[in-house]
């Protein structure tokens, strides 16, 4: 039977009998976080002056290198792990104007891997997939294309989040804009599904009828929010814009208000690129063959600078590195801390050092991951393994109260098949946990967004997730034995019933290259 506790109530029944003298090894843990972080530091160089890191990017390169550099001046081995090869592409700049029926900046950019518009940027028309008449085809239509852009995201009704309205809407009004909403979303439906094509091959039909380019809108339903992802033109610029410019648009369009625009977007094909993992390790004294690993993935979507997604990850791992080689310089077991590369794209990088490193993963104690957001840690899963409340609940106990008192456990839950990096080792059997974050807005307002910056972090939870995660590590290591590996069977979330364990999966090693 699965339960749920709280660290504040079930793990502090551990010492609830007894007053235990502080571990001066915590203590200075604690005190050099406190008094001497470089969380800002560390998110200033990586997110501010390093930028996005989309995997075969030149930026994903520099902030390999710099984290090698980091380590090394903190007196951490250091190096880069080349696991396999992606297409490499490099983002210029994106200017959109509205130049008919009046002038307006648009607020838009290219998406990754979008090829650039012809130098100076192009002028045209904007058009809509119509709908279309009784007895025509889309391809009869398709010429229209020719020399002009094309809009294909389904628009929205209003530009305010739900939130908003329920706030400050009528019952009824919210209501009914609810339905409006809907009866849009099933035209739209109706016009993309006329076209015979799906939303992946369909700008590649419209480039090759001559269209100038392609427009799209992925609102994140939260205000100035839109998703970054990538484009599937291969000839012809594919650009987001924001919810408000891309409404605009449409209704000039649909009312044969004939609108244009003027695209500028450049972009550099780079050629084949090399990806790597990169590490940092603290050799430890007594087991050094023994290995506790933290982990976070590296790479982001460009269409911000990957401050939640996942810069806080990565600065948090960073900084438990730096606090733990000046505190606990010896550790008994090997500390070694692995930034991924090409999460995004399917855990390229972890999956790629579990299918590489077969000799390790029996000598991995556990592993710690942290990906979703800036928000202190309020949530942690057993991942299946059996006796994973016992050794979680000790080492818990002894992280400070007011950072444990509301996270949430879930012993011994199920094993993660995806989702982040520790999901690659679950399903290779290493105790691998993931520390998991309170939303602060994460999936509206930072998750692949525009908005993902450096000044959505919250450094005061950022800093008590480095003492947890840097507490639990120092603990990992001191534990006397390697911790049981054994594993529940997994249980059918929807159905109830029994499931199977995950199982590892290779790699995407050549990204995108034949693209």
């Not at 987001?240 to 695209?263: C, N, Q, T, V, W």
Request: aromatic share 10%; charged share 25%.
């Amino acid at each position: 039977m699965r339960k749920r506790h709280l660290i504040g109530i079930g793990l502090m029944l551990f010492i609830s009998t007894q007053i235990k003298a502080q571990d001066p090894v915590i203590e200075n843990i604690i005190k050099e976080a406190e008094e001497n972080s470089q969380l800002r530091y560390l998110g200033h160089e990586l997110l501010d002056g390093i930028g996005p890191r989309l995997v075969g990017s030149p930026q994903m390169q520099k902030a390999h290198d710099w984290a090698v550099a980091q380590f090394e001046e903190w007196g951490i081995e250091g190096k880069n792990e080349q696991w396999g090869e992606w297409r490499g592409w490099e983002r210029g700049i994106t200017h959109i104007d509205m130049v008919e029926p009046w002038v307006r900046s648009l607020s838009g950019t290219q998406l990754a891997w979008s090829p650039p518009s012809p130098e100076g940027g192009a002028t045209g028309e904007v058009i809509v997939i119509p709908r279309l008449e009784e007895g025509q085809s889309f391809e009869d239509w398709l010429p229209n294309v020719k020399g002009k852009y094309v809009m294909i995201s389904t628009p929205e009704v209003s530009g305010r989040p739900d939130y908003n309205w329920e706030e400050w809407a009528t019952e009824e009004s919210f209501s009914k804009m609810k339905d409006e909403r809907g009866e849009m979303q099933a035209d739209w439906e109706m016009r993309i599904s006329q076209t015979g094509h799906g939303r992946r091959e369909l700008p590649g039909v419209l480039e090759e009828a001559g269209a100038l380019g392609v427009i799209t809108s992925y609102w994140s339903k939260g205000f100035g929010a839109n998703k970054i992802f990538s484009a599937y033109t291969k000839k012809v610029p594919t650009i987001d814009l924001s919810l408000e410019d891309y409404g605009l648009l449409f209704r000039l369009a649909e009312s044969g208000k004939k609108p244009k625009i003027h695209l500028n977007a450049q972009s550099r094909e780079t050629g084949v690129q090399p990806t790597f993992n990169t590490f940092g390790e603290i050799r430890g004294t007594e087991k050094p063959e023994e290995y506790v690993m933290l982990s976070a993935h590296f790479d982001s979507w460009d269409g911000a600078t990957g401050a939640t997604d996942n810069g806080t990850g990565v600065i948090t791992m960073m900084e438990v590195m730096r606090i733990l080689k000046k505190v606990y310089p010896n550790p008994k077991r090997t500390i070694l801390v692995g930034l991924w590369g090409s999460e995004e794209q399917g855990l390229n990088g972890s999956r790629a050092f579990v299918e590489d490193h077969p000799e390790t993963l029996d000598k991995i104690q556990v592993l710690f991951n942290q990906d979703n957001g800036t928000g202190r840690i309020a949530r942690l899963s057993g991942q299946g393994f059996v006796d994973s409340y016992e050794y979680l609940g000790r080492w818990m106990a002894e992280v400070p109260r007011e950072i444990t008192r509301e996270i949430e456990t879930n012993f011994p839950g199920n094993p993660g098949g995806g989702g982040s990096d520790y999901a690659s080792f679950v399903a290779a059997g290493v105790p691998a946990f993931s520390l998991s974050s309170l939303s602060w807005s994460y999936f509206n307002y930072t998750w692949h967004t525009n908005l993902d910056t450096y000044d959505k972090i919250v450094f005061e939870e950022v800093k008590n997730n480095a003492i947890m995660t840097a507490i639990l590590v120092y603990m990992a290591c001191e534990e006397p034995e390697l911790v049981s590996r054994k594993r529940r069977v997994p249980i059918n979330q929807r159905s109830g019933q029994p499931s199977f364990w995950p199982v590892p999966r290779s790699p995407n090693r050549k990204g995108m290259i034949d693209n």
